[in-house]
Nanobody, 124 residues
Framework: QVQLVESGGGLVQAGGSLRLSCATS????????LAWFRQAPGKEREFLAG????????TYADSVKGRFAISRDYAKNTVYLQMNSLKPEATAVYYC?????????????????WGQGTQVTVSS
């Protein structure tokens, strides 16, 4: 069973920064494409950023490009999402997901495993 555990969510003021973490097993970290999604109440789940298993390629949604950054820590088997210049519209539950695909896709159906989510609230 693939385990994905998100952490780092919380309350932040508009314009501030926050870094989310997704801890995985060594096997998962070195095998799967990893990505971040978010979902606000009553809205569809939105792809934010993805990174290939070898860290060679990253992809971002246009809405966060230039403000968010995804990265991998190979010593900790952890993927991060650094979020800068946060806006109130970013308030949502953020999820880490893993896909067996060897390239990054934005469709949530391509992801086989999901974490429990971590809440991010951006105040004005």
């Amino acid at each position: 069973q693939v385990q994905l555990v998100e952490s780092g969510g919380g309350l932040v003021q508009a314009g501030g920064s926050l870094r989310l973490s997704c801890a995985t097993s060594r096997h998962t970290f070195n095998t799967y494409t990893l990505a971040w999604f978010r979902q606000a109440p009553g809205k569809e789940r939105e792809f934010l950023a993805g990174i290939t298993w070898n860290g060679g390629v990253t992809t971002y949604a246009d809405s966060v490009k230039g403000r968010f950054a995804i990265s991998r820590d190979y010593a900790k088997n952890t993927v991060y999402l650094q979020m800068n210049s946060l806006k109130p519209e970013a308030t949502a539950v953020y999820y880490c997901a893993a896909s067996s695909r060897i390239y990054i896709v934005k469709n949530q159906d391509a992801y086989d495993y999901w974490g429990q989510g971590t809440q991010v609230t951006v105040s004005s």
